[in-house]
């Protein structure tokens, strides 16, 4: 892997165990896709709906890109924005004349970008661009994300440039394979706090697909 395909994996790391902040019982809500077909029991052609972001854009170095964007993002999320809102919880159902505290989701992802790198938590299904709270923080930027296409290739293990080397590797055989070219850098997602038992962890490395 890059140096800059590297940068994908620190912010990561660091935001997955907000993820344990949920009850166990609730599932940690992903953007809505659907599955359009199955290359092989890993790898899969999806079309994303339309999902909102907030991210920033750190200047790295690379191993230290994950740190500088994580703190910044997790502000917003749990409640650096602007904005009096009702909050509708599981229970009960309570109004508040406070900054709006967001619910994590999955996954988070990171991908090299012009001037630095780029990482992006995804924002609860419910919010869109025009509902979603101001951020306090300027670095903070909210965009929605258009409806699309990706390859995705799904597997678990520890996190390691070896890990996500061979799995990219067979992602791309795969669509060689199926005559399905693609676009882009690759973008690495987790879904799981990094102390989850290697063979439960989800991993995955998409690929943008064009429409």
């Given at each position: 892997m890059t140096?800059?395909?590297?940068?994908?994996?620190?912010?990561?790391?660091?935001?997955?165990?907000?993820?344990?902040?949920a009850p166990a019982a609730r599932a940690i809500e992903e953007p809505a896709f659907a599955v359009l077909r199955a290359l092989d029991d890993q790898v899969e052609l999806r079309r994303y709906a339309s999902y909102v972001v907030a991210e920033v854009l750190v200047p790295g170095p690379a191993d230290e890109a994950g740190n500088q964007a994580f703190p910044i993002l997790?502000?917003?999320?749990?409640?650096?924005?602007?904005?009096?809102?009702?909050?509708?919880m599981t229970a009960p159902v309570t109004?508040?004349?406070?900054?709006?505290?967001?619910?994590?989701?999955?996954?988070?992802?990171?991908?090299?970008?012009a001037g630095g790198f780029i990482v992006q938590f995804v924002l609860p299904r419910s919010v869109t661009l025009a509902s979603a709270p101001q951020p306090l923080d300027d670095r903070v930027?909210?965009?929605e994300v258009p409806p699309g296409r990706?390859?995705?290739?799904?597997?678990?293990?520890?996190?390691?440039?070896?890990?996500?080397?061979?799995?990219?590797?067979?992602?791309?055989?795969?669509?060689?394979?199926?005559?399905q070219p693609w676009t882009g850098d690759p973008v690495y997602a987790r879904y799981n706090a990094p102390f989850?038992?290697?063979?439960?962890?989800?991993?995955?490395i998409w690929l943008a697909l064009p429409d």
């Open positions: 140096k800059s395909a590297s940068t994908v994996f620190g912010a990561l790391v660091l935001a997955a165990t907000a993820f344990t902040a997790a502000g917003y999320i749990f409640g650096k924005n602007k904005g009096e809102r009702k909050l509708e109004q508040a004349v406070a900054p709006m505290k967001l619910p994590m989701t999955a996954p988070v992802t990171q991908a090299p970008a930027m909210l965009r990706v390859a995705a290739i799904r597997f678990s293990g520890i996190w390691s440039d070896a890990n996500y080397n061979e799995h990219l590797a067979l992602l791309q055989a795969a669509l060689k394979t199926a005559g989850t038992p290697w063979f439960m962890r989800r991993n995955e």
